[in-house]
RNA sequence: GCGCCCGUAGCUCAGUUGGAUAGAGCAGCGGACUUCUAAUCCGCAGGCCGCAGGUUCGAAUCCUGCCGGGCGCGCCA
C-alpha cells in the first residue's frame, strides 16, 4: 500500500516539475475516495496548486493527468472528475498483488513496522489500590491495551505499565478502615474513619480474615509469585494480634493485607479482560530509592521552586500553568503531585524514547503542571504524551448509575464481563472515539442479539471459517490464495470485500498514529458488513464452477485472516463457529 | 467567572486529519429463508452537521463570537 503510494506521488511530482513546482513545495494528498465510482485512489493536486499558480483546477488536472507516467501493470486508469480531482483505479493485477501481500509474513504488514523497535511506555488504568477494578477503567483498559498493540504493529516495542499508589493517605485510610470493619465484626465498638471506604468488599475482607486470619493471609501473599510483585510483603503476625498494637501500628497492618488482596483482585480483573501489563509500578518503591527527594532536588537547582509558608511549590505559572503548585506540604510531606513527578522523570530515565498516559476528563487541569514540571527537569518537549478518555456514563433501565466508590454502590469491571463478556465490552469501548463521551447500556449490551456489533464481526468470521470447512468435507482442494487463482474474481460484491481488505496496513498505521484505535472497529464491522453482502449476492459459492468458487473460496482466506488480524490488536476472539441460533 | 471536551437522522454514534451527492447501527415501514449457519441481506422514510460570522477553489472538519451540555478549577489523590 504504502509502496503504490510511494510511486504515484513520484510520478505526480515529475509531472508537475514542468510548473517549477518541486517536492519540497507540496504535500501531495492521496487517498481512498468515498465512491467506488470515483476510482481506488484520489489527489487534490490540482486543485491546491491552481490557486498558487492562478490555473484553473480542472484544466491543470488535465494537464498533470496527461503527463504522469505510469506503469499499466499498476494504475489501469488516470481520470480527471469533479472540480479537478486526479483519480487513480488501481489494475487488477496489482490488488491481487495487494491481497496476497497481506498473507505473506513479510508482505505488507510488515512493511509498516516503521518503528524501528523504539520502546514506548504507554501507561493506563492506574486505579488506586482502594478496591476492585470499577468500570470506568474498563474504557481505558481497551484503550490503553489496543494502543499497544497498535503501536507494536508499527514496529515500536510499547511497554504497558500500570502505576500503583501504594503510599500515601488513601492507604492509611483503607488500614483504618479494614481495621474498623474487622473490630466491629469481632463485637468491639470502634468508630468508623470519616471519609472511610464503606464498601462490601470490605466487610467481607474482614469476615474472612477474622475466620481464617493468618491462613487468609498466607492465601493472598501466595498470589503474587511473578516479579512485578515482588515488592508485597506479608503483614507481620496475625489478625488476632493486630487489635492489640497501637493504632498506628495496627492500621499498618491492615492496610498491607487489603493492598494484597485488592492488588490480586485488580491484576485478576485485568487478566480476564486480556491485559497484559509488563510492570506495576510501585510508588512506594520511589520513597524508598529517594526518587522523589532527588525529583525535588533536581528541580530546586533549575530554580524553579521556592517555600512559602511552610511549604514548597513549583512555579508552574512559568510553564503555563494557572497558578503555582504545592510540592510538599507544611506537615513536611509530598504531595501526590511530586510523587507523579518523580515517577515520569523515573519513566524518562529507565529509557523510553517516548510516553503515554491515559488519563480521565477528572484530570485534565493536571496536564500544564504535570508537562511543566517535565519540562523544568530537562525531559524533552513532547515526551510525555498525555490522552483524555472521556466519561464513560453507565445506564441500566434508563437511568444513570451513580460509580462513586465511597458510597460503596458501584459497578466493577468483573460484573461488566460477568454481564456482557470481554469481547463484548471491549469492542462497544472502541467504537467510540477516545475524547468522545459514551453512554453504556448494560440492559442493551447485555442482549446477546444483533446490537452488539461484535457479534456481527465474530459471525461474519465464522461464515468464512465455514464456507471453508464445509468446501473441505466436499473434498475441494482450497490450499492458498495465489495470483492465478484470484485472477478469477469476477464478481462486484467480491471486489467491493477486496477493495476495503487491503486497506488494513493503513488502517493499523491510522489509527496507531492519531491514537485513535476505534478505527479498527469501525473497520472490522465495514469487512464483516461487505463480507456479508458478498456473501448473499454470490449465492452457494460451492456450487459455482471450479475457477470462480476458487477464487471466492480465496477471497474468504483472506477475509479471515484480516479478522483475525484485528482481533488480535483489539484483544478478542475470532471463533471459527457460532452456536446456532433459532 | 476561567480552562478542557462535546453538540451530526427520533436514539446511540461514525465521518479516512480540508474534498466530490454527509454515513452506519438501533427504532419505524415494506421485502428476501427448497440456507454454503437469516446473529444475514435488499428497499423506503428520516438532516438548518447547535447558531452567526470568517479563512479558500472547497468547511461537519480550521479560526472568532455566541447558545446548550459534561468535566475540572485543594497544602485531595
Not at 479482560?273 to 520513597?287: A, Q, V
Request: glycine letters at 8%.
Amino acid at each position: 500500500m504504502l509502496k503504490l503510494e510511494d510511486l504515484l506521488r513520484k510520478a505526480l511530482l515529475a509531472a508537475i516539475e514542468q510548473y517549477g513546482v518541486f517536492e519540497e513545495d507540496v504535500d501531495i494528498v492521496l487517498e481512498k475516495p468515498r465512491e467506488s465510482g470515483h476510482g481506488d485512489l484520489s489527489t487534490n493536486l490540482a486543485l491546491t496548486l491552481g490557486g498558487r499558480l492562478g490555473r484553473k483546477p480542472r484544466e491543470l488536472a488535465g494537464e498533470i493527468a496527461a503527463a504522469v507516467s505510469l506503469p499499466r501493470e499498476i494504475i489501469a486508469s488516470v481520470e480527471i472528475a469533479g472540480p479537478g480531482f486526479i483519480n487513480f483505479r488501481i489494475a487488477r493485477e496489482h490488488q491481487i498483488d495487494r491481497l496476497l501481500a497481506l498473507l505473506r509474513s513479510d508482505g505488507s504488514l510488515a512493511a509498516i513496522k516503521t518503528g524501528g523497535g523504539k520502546r514506548i511506555n504507554v501507561e493506563f488504568i492506574s486505579a488506586n489500590p482502594t478496591g476492585p477494578l470499577n468500570v470506568v477503567s474498563a474504557r481505558a483498559g481497551a484503550f490503553g491495551m489496543t494502543l499497544a498493540n497498535l503501536l507494536d504493529a508499527i514496529g515500536f516495542d510499547a511497554h504497558a505499565e500500570y502505576y500503583v499508589n501504594d503510599a500515601g493517605r488513601q492507604i492509611k485510610l483503607l488500614g483504618r478502615s479494614l481495621r474498623a470493619h474487622y473490630l466491629q465484626l469481632a463485637g468491639r465498638p470502634v468508630e468508623f474513619p470519616e471519609n472511610g471506604y464503606k464498601g462490601r468488599y470490605l466487610e467481607i475482607m474482614a469476615a474472612e480474615l477474622l475466620a481464617k486470619d493468618s491462613k487468609a493471609i498466607q492465601e493472598a501473599g501466595a498470589a503474587f509469585d511473578d516479579e512485578s510483585f515482588q515488592r508485597i510483603e506479608l503483614p507481620c503476625g496475625d489478625a488476632a494480634t493486630w487489635g492489640e498494637l497501637p493504632e498506628d501500628e495496627a492500621v499498618g497492618c491492615f492496610a498491607k493485607y487489603a493492598l494484597m488482596k485488592i492488588l490480586g483482585w485488580q491484576r485478576e480483573t485485568c487478566r480476564r479482560f486480556g491485559l497484559r501489563f509488563e510492570t506495576w509500578y510501585f510508588e512506594s518503591e520511589l520513597h524508598e530509592t529517594r526518587r522523589i527527594e532527588r525529583a525535588l532536588e533536581r528541580l530546586k537547582k533549575q530554580g524553579a521552586v521556592y517555600e512559602q509558608e511552610d511549604a514548597v511549590w513549583f512555579r508552574s505559572t512559568d510553564f503555563g500553568d494557572e497558578k503555582d503548585r504545592v510540592l510538599v506540604r507544611s506537615d513536611g510531606m509530598p504531595t501526590y503531585f511530586l510523587a507523579d513527578i518523580a515517577y515520569h522523570y523515573h519513566k524518562f530515565q529507565r529509557g523510553f524514547e517516548h510516553a503515554i498516559d491515559f488519563w480521565g476528563p477528572d484530570h485534565h487541569g493536571y496536564i500544564p503542571r504535570m508537562q511543566g514540571a517535565m519540562k523544568a527537569l530537562g525531559v524533552p518537549e513532547g515526551w510525555l504524551e498525555i490522552q483524555i478518555l472521556q466519561q464513560v456514563t453507565f445506564l441500566e433501565d434508563g437511568r444513570i448509575l451513580d460509580m462513586s466508590k465511597r458510597k460503596g454502590q458501584f459497578v466493577t469491571m468483573d460484573a461488566l464481563m460477568d454481564e456482557v463478556g470481554a469481547d463484548v465490552a471491549k469492542f462497544l469501548f472502541l467504537t467510540r472515539k477516545p475524547n468522545s463521551h459514551l453512554d453504556f447500556d448494560l440492559d442493551l449490551a447485555r442482549q446477546q442479539s444483533d446490537v452488539n456489533p461484535v457479534l456481527k464481526v465474530k459471525y461474519a468470521h465464522a461464515r468464512s471459517c465455514s464456507l471453508l470447512k464445509n468446501a473441505a468435507e466436499r473434498g475441494v482442494e482450497v490450499g492458498e490464495p495465489t495470483a492465478e487463482s484470484l485472477s478469477h474474481l469476477e464478481d462486484e460484491s467480491a471486489w467491493a470485500v477486496a477493495r476495503e481488505l487491503v486497506r488494513l496496513p493503513q488502517v493499523i498505521v491510522s489509527a496507531a498514529t492519531s491514537r485513535e484505535p476505534h478505527r479498527l472497529t469501525g473497520y472490522a464491522l465495514e469487512i464483516a458488513t461487505l463480507y456479508n453482502q458478498f456473501y448473499n449476492q454470490c449465492k452457494r459459492i460451492l456450487d459455482q464452477d471450479p475457477a470462480r468458487r476458487l477464487a471466492l473460496l480465496h477471497l474468504s482466506v483472506v477475509t479471515g485472516h484480516v479478522l483475525r488480524k484485528v482481533a488480535e490488536l483489539i484483544g478478542i476472539e475470532m471463533p471459527e463457529a457460532m452456536e446456532k441460533r433459532d
